[in-house]
């Protein structure tokens, strides 16, 4: 394998054939290079499906009202659907096995203000529960408890970017933000995996908000986890149960589509999982044609080689080269070309991803990127392949007579 002139004669019959060793190696990095692109792009549709979900659980219901679009036992259509207290007390006692975590909610756009710096943001009054809905991750201090919705506390977890734009580098926690008039108290900054707008939210007691802006015990809407041990066969015969019973406790017709709007993210996990699926399989079909493309090149190209050489080895084995030696030789040269070309190959398409990157947002795919060990993967198939598609030629070749050897055209 080190002998050093067994590599000056290879690299010596590669400089001769330049043509030869060129369109070799063209193969076999176009093969990784399409291979690379293809996963890389398949992750990227992958990584945009997953952002869309980040920003709150998989096994989010999320109940929001309308107004009615049909009249029903008297009543006429247009009517505004309200949600109160009661509602509440109603979905935990009909549903209680099946709900995990469970958090009405009324959202406000609203004036705050730090000194001398101010914006408009979007205020939830929630339970805390609330933040497993939103997958907000505590990274300051601490998010609401049960006790801040007891004493109805003036308290506030704000968003990353609350802080950052009211306070700069400085931190809030402990500090004092004005809420239209009204003073809080910052008791935990999150960030969340959902992006800038869901790091722009300020979270505040339910019962606080409710009993300043909702004197009649309103809610705008509600958000739930279902029991994580439902299937999502469970998950949705539940919701439909949940629909069908609020329709019934607001006198809403049963077809009417509007007024009631229960959102189960278990439906649109199910369909992406199936999607991507689908995707996952397409892509592997494509990625093995293209390898198997690359392989029969490779196959093609050796047989090519080796007939080409035929005199060549055929004056070798009348010096007294063994068959041994003939065939080693051939192997190596192939399994060097298919190593540096799948490599060459698989550097150009890693850094082509890195290059698109960005650009290619807008059209859905984000952070278009491959797992090391399946283009090494893939590379590795084809150095043996191409040690196979050297072998068999060159075995056939090695058993050839000098004398028949020569006498080729």
Same mark, same amino acid.
């Given at each position: 394998m080190f002998d050093i002139d067994r590599w000056q004669e290879i690299f010596q019959a590669l400089n001769k054939n330049k043509l030869r060793t060129a369109l070799s190696g063209f193969t076999i990095a176009f093969a990784i290079l399409l291979f690379t692109l293809l996963f890389g792009v398949g992750n990227g549709l992958k990584h945009t499906f997953e952002k869309q979900f980040a920003g709150d659980a998989t096994n989010s219901v999320y109940i929001n009202s309308g107004r009615t679009t049909k009249p029903y036992k008297g009543l006429q259509s247009g009517r505004r659907i309200q949600y109160r207290n009661d509602d509440m007390k109603f979905i935990n006692e009909k549903f209680e096995d099946k709900i995990q975590f469970f958090s009405p909610n009324i959202q406000r756009n609203m004036q705050v203000i730090y000194k001398g710096e101010q914006n408009r943001y979007n205020v939830r009054g929630v339970y805390p529960d609330y933040q497993p809905l939103e997958s907000a991750v505590i990274q300051d201090g601490r998010f609401l408890t049960y006790l801040d919705l007891e004493r109805r506390s003036k308290v506030v977890a *704000? &968003? !990353?970017?609350?802080? =950052? #734009?009211l306070f700069g580098n400085k931190h809030a926690l402990g500090k004092n933000i004005n809420i239209e008039g009204i003073s809080y108290k910052v008791v935990g900054v999150f960030n969340d995996p959902g992006g800038d707008n869901d790091e722009r939210y300020i979270y505040t007691p339910f019962t606080t908000f409710q009993g300043m802006y909702k004197p009649n015990d309103e809610l705008d809407y509600i958000g739930l986890t279902f029991n994580p041990k439902l299937t999502v066969d469970q998950a949705l015969a539940f919701t439909n149960s949940l629909t069908k019973l609020l329709k019934e406790k607001h006198s809403v017709d049963p077809r #009417?589509? &509007? /007024? *009631? !709007? @229960? !959102?189960n993210y278990a439906e649109g996990t199910k369909n992406v999982e199936q999607f991507m699926g689908v995707l996952n399989i397409i892509i592997l079909f494509i990625g093995i044609g293209t390898l198997v493309a690359g392989i029969i090149g490779i196959s093609n190209i050796m047989v090519y080689i080796v007939k080409e050489r035929t005199k060549e080895l055929g004056i070798r =084995? /009348?010096? &007294? /080269?063994t068959p041994k030696s003939i065939v080693g030789m051939i192997m190596m040269e192939s399994i060097f070309v298919t190593a540096i070309a799948g490599y060459s190959g698989l550097l150009l398409g890693v850094f082509a991803l890195e290059s698109l990157g960005d650009s290619l947002e807008k059209y859905f795919i984000l952070n278009p990127s491959v797992e090391t060990y399946v @283009? @090494? &993967?893939a590379t590795i198939v084809l150095v043996i392949a191409g040690t196979i598609a050297g072998y068999i030629p060159a075995k056939r070749a090695a058993s050839i007579k000098p004398i028949v050897a020569l006498n080729d055209e």
């Amino acid at each position: 394998m080190f002998d050093i002139d067994r590599w000056q004669e290879i690299f010596q019959a590669l400089n001769k054939n330049k043509l030869r060793t060129a369109l070799s190696g063209f193969t076999i990095a176009f093969a990784i290079l399409l291979f690379t692109l293809l996963f890389g792009v398949g992750n990227g549709l992958k990584h945009t499906f997953e952002k869309q979900f980040a920003g709150d659980a998989t096994n989010s219901v999320y109940i929001n009202s309308g107004r009615t679009t049909k009249p029903y036992k008297g009543l006429q259509s247009g009517r505004r659907i309200q949600y109160r207290n009661d509602d509440m007390k109603f979905i935990n006692e009909k549903f209680e096995d099946k709900i995990q975590f469970f958090s009405p909610n009324i959202q406000r756009n609203m004036q705050v203000i730090y000194k001398g710096e101010q914006n408009r943001y979007n205020v939830r009054g929630v339970y805390p529960d609330y933040q497993p809905l939103e997958s907000a991750v505590i990274q300051d201090g601490r998010f609401l408890t049960y006790l801040d919705l007891e004493r109805r506390s003036k308290v506030v977890a *704000i &968003g !990353r970017l609350v802080e =950052k #734009d009211l306070f700069g580098n400085k931190h809030a926690l402990g500090k004092n933000i004005n809420i239209e008039g009204i003073s809080y108290k910052v008791v935990g900054v999150f960030n969340d995996p959902g992006g800038d707008n869901d790091e722009r939210y300020i979270y505040t007691p339910f019962t606080t908000f409710q009993g300043m802006y909702k004197p009649n015990d309103e809610l705008d809407y509600i958000g739930l986890t279902f029991n994580p041990k439902l299937t999502v066969d469970q998950a949705l015969a539940f919701t439909n149960s949940l629909t069908k019973l609020l329709k019934e406790k607001h006198s809403v017709d049963p077809r #009417d589509q &509007g /007024a *009631i !709007r @229960v !959102r189960n993210y278990a439906e649109g996990t199910k369909n992406v999982e199936q999607f991507m699926g689908v995707l996952n399989i397409i892509i592997l079909f494509i990625g093995i044609g293209t390898l198997v493309a690359g392989i029969i090149g490779i196959s093609n190209i050796m047989v090519y080689i080796v007939k080409e050489r035929t005199k060549e080895l055929g004056i070798r =084995k /009348a010096l &007294g /080269a063994t068959p041994k030696s003939i065939v080693g030789m051939i192997m190596m040269e192939s399994i060097f070309v298919t190593a540096i070309a799948g490599y060459s190959g698989l550097l150009l398409g890693v850094f082509a991803l890195e290059s698109l990157g960005d650009s290619l947002e807008k059209y859905f795919i984000l952070n278009p990127s491959v797992e090391t060990y399946v @283009v @090494v &993967g893939a590379t590795i198939v084809l150095v043996i392949a191409g040690t196979i598609a050297g072998y068999i030629p060159a075995k056939r070749a090695a058993s050839i007579k000098p004398i028949v050897a020569l006498n080729d055209e």
